[in-house]
C-alpha cells in the first residue's frame, strides 16, 4: 500500500509540473537518457517459471528524425534469481536470493522505432516496435554448477506516454514487451537444446519502466512563441500574443491588438481600439470611434447607428436633449427644445407674423390683431403737393396712417419706398425732386412710429423705364408723378 501511495504521489508531481512545462518538438533532436525498469519473465512450457521478477537498468541514446518518429538504441542489464522452492509460477513476486540455486543476468541491445503522437504537445502517447539481442548468464549461487551463456534475438514492441519536463527534459512511462525470435547461440549442455523453446525457462519478458531523457540539442524560441527560430516567420512576436503554425501573430479581430493580448477580441471591423485592443467611445454615445460619423455628439443626445444625434421635431435641439419633442415645424425654440413665445399672444416666435402684439389683443391664426390690414404688396400715392413741400396730403396721410398700423403689427415687414416724375423740366430737378418725395413719405412713416431701419427711400426721376402714363396728357402726367411704397416681408 505504501509503494502504491508513493508511485500515486509521484504520478501527481510530474502531472502538476507538466501543466506548466512547454511543449516539445523531437525533429532533428539527439538525445541521452536513464530507464529504471523491473524484469518480469513468462512463457514456461514445461513447468513453474523458475525466475521471479528482476531488476533492470538501461541507457539510451534516442535521434529525432522527425517530430514524432524517434531512433532509439538502448542497453541495458538485467539481474534476478530462480526461487527454489517453486511449485507454482513466481514471475510475479519480486526477486528474493535467500530461495535462490541460479543467478540470471542479462545484457540487452535494442534499437526501436518511436512514433510520438500529438508532436508540439507537453503530453506525447507514444508507441514501439524494433528488434534486439539479449545476452543471458546463468551462473550457481552458491557452489558448483552448470554455467550457461545464450544469445538470443527478440522483436520488441510497446506503449508509452512521455511528459516534457523543461524545454530540453523529458520524463515518460513505458511498457514494452519483448519476444525471443530466435536462439543465436548456447553453451554446449548434454541433454539440453537451447533451439528448442520448450526446454527454456522464458520465451519473453515484459519491461515496465519510467525514463529520463535529456535533450541535447536546444532549440531556440527567441520570442518564446513556441515556434523555434528556424521555422518562426515573425521572430519578434510580443510576449503571450498568440501565433499560427509560422510563428506569425493572429488578430481575429483585425484591430491591430494581437490575439493573446487582445481583450476584446470581437471589436466591430473600423472601430479604433485603445492598447488593449478595447474599442474607444469618446462621445460616449454607444457607437464606437472609428464607426462613429459624429464623434463629438453632446453627452445625453440620442443617436442613430452612424453615431448621429437625431432631431425628430428639427427644431435644432436634439432628442434625448429636448423636453419638448413635439415643437411644430418654424417655431423657435429655447435651450431645453420648447418654444419661445415673446408677445405671449399663443403664437409661437418663428411663425408668429406680429411679435409684438400687446398683451390682450385679439389676434388671428397668424399672430396679428384682427383689426389692423396686413401688408399689401404694393401701395401707390398721387399725393398733391403744396408749393415748396413735400408733405403728403391728407388723402396719402390716410393711407400712411393704416400703414403705420400694419407696420407696428406686422414688425417682420420692411418697405421700400419710391419716388417718380413725368417728364416736365430737368432731369437733375427731376431727381432730386422724386428723392425729397419719397423721403417726405418716409419722415411721416418716421414720425408715426417706424423704424427707420425697416425702411429706405429713392428717387428714380423721370426714368422713362418708369412711366405709366402718357406724357402727352395731363392725366398721363399724374399717374406718372406718384410715389411707390413695396412691402418686403421676412
Not at 513505458?174 to 528448442?196: H, R
Request: charged share 25%.
Amino acid at each position: 500500500m505504501k509503494r502504491a501511495a508513493t508511485i500515486t504521489l509521484m504520478m501527481l508531481a510530474v502531472l502538476a509540473y507538466v501543466a506548466a512545462a512547454g511543449a516539445g518538438d523531437w525533429a532533428q533532436k539527439p538525445a541521452i537518457g536513464i530507464r529504471g525498469p523491473i524484469f518480469i519473465p513468462f512463457d514456461d512450457r514445461f513447468g513453474p517459471e523458475p525466475f521471479r521478477i528482476g531488476t533492470d537498468a538501461s541507457l539510451f541514446f534516442k535521434y529525432g528524425i522527425t517530430s514524432n518518429f524517434v531512433i532509439d538504441l538502448s542497453g541495458g542489464y538485467v539481474s534476478t534469481y530462480d526461487d527454489t522452492s517453486a511449485t507454482e509460477d513466481v514471475n510475479l513476486k519480486f526477486m528474493k536470493k535467500s530461495l535462490a540455486s541460479t543467478k540470471l543476468t542479462g545484457i540487452q541491445i535494442g534499437l526501436t522505432g518511436n512514433f510520438y503522437f500529438l508532436p508540439g504537445k507537453k503530453v506525447q502517447p507514444y508507441f514501439l516496435a524494433g528488434v534486439g539481442v539479449d545476452m543471458w548468464k546463468t551462473k550457481p549461487v552458491e557452489g558448483p554448477g552448470d554455467k550457461l551463456d545464450i544469445t538470443d534475438l527478440g522483436g520488441k514492441a510497446g506503449l508509452g506516454v512521455n511528459f516534457w519536463l523543461i524545454e530540453n527534459l523529458t520524463l515518460d512511462i513505458q511498457g514494452k514487451f519483448t519476444y525471443e525470435l530466435s536462439n543465436m547461440s548456447a553453451d554446449n549442455v548434454p541433454g539440453v537444446d537451447f533451439t528448442d523453446w520448450d526446454q527454456r525457462a522464458f520465451r519473453g519478458y515484459i519491461e515496465p519502466s519510467i525514463g529520463l531523457t535529456y535533450v541535447i540539442a536546444r532549440v531556440k524560441d527567441s520570442d518564446n512563441d513556441g515556434v523555434n527560430d528556424k521555422k518562426d516567420n515573425c521572430p519578434d512576436t510580443p510576449l503571450n500574443a498568440m501565433v499560427d503554425v509560422n510563428g506569425c501573430p493572429l488578430d481575429g479581430d483585425a484591430d491591430g491588438v494581437y490575439d493573446g493580448l487582445d481583450n476584446c477580441p470581437n471589436t466591430p471591423k473600423g472601430a479604433v481600439v485603445d492598447i488593449t485592443g478595447c474599442p474607444l467611445d469618446s462621445d460616449k454615445d454607444g457607437v464606437y470611434d472609428g464607426l462613429d460619423n459624429c464623434p463629438n455628439t453632446p453627452a445625453g443626445a440620442l443617436v442613430d447607428n452612424t453615431g448621429c444625434p437625431t432631431d425628430t421635431d428639427g427644431d435644432g435641439v436634439f432628442d434625448g436633449l429636448d423636453k419638448c419633442p413635439d415643437t411644430q415645424k418654424g417655431c423657435r425654440v429655447d435651450e431645453t427644445g420648447c418654444t419661445l413665445d415673446g408677445d405671449a399672444d399663443g403664437v409661437c416666435d418663428g411663425l408668429d407674423k406680429c411679435p409684438s402684439t400687446p398683451a390682450g389683443t385679439k389676434i388671428d391664426t397668424n399672430g396679428c390683431p384682427v383689426d389692423v390690414k396686413p401688408p399689401v404688396q404694393k401701395i401707390t400715392l398721387n399725393i398733391k403737393y403744396k408749393t415748396g413741400s413735400y408733405e403728403p396730403d391728407d388723402n396719402a396721410k390716410q393711407v400712411l396712417d393704416e400703414l403705420i398700423k400694419t407696420m407696428k403689427a406686422y414688425t417682420g415687414t420692411t418697405i421700400r419706398i419710391h419716388g417718380f416724375t413725368d417728364n416736365v423740366g430737368s432731369e437733375s430737378s427731376n431727381m432730386v425732386l422724386s428723392q425729397k418725395r419719397a423721403e417726405g413719405v418716409m419722415d411721416y412713416l418716421l414720425r408715426g412710429g417706424v423704424e427707420r431701419e425697416r425702411m429706405s427711400a429713392m428717387g428714380f426721376g423721370e426714368d422713362p423705364n418708369y412711366f405709366v402714363g402718357d406724357n402727352k396728357t395731363a392725366e398721363g402726367k399724374q399717374k406718372n408723378r406718384r410715389v411707390e411704397i413695396l412691402s418686403v416681408e421676412k
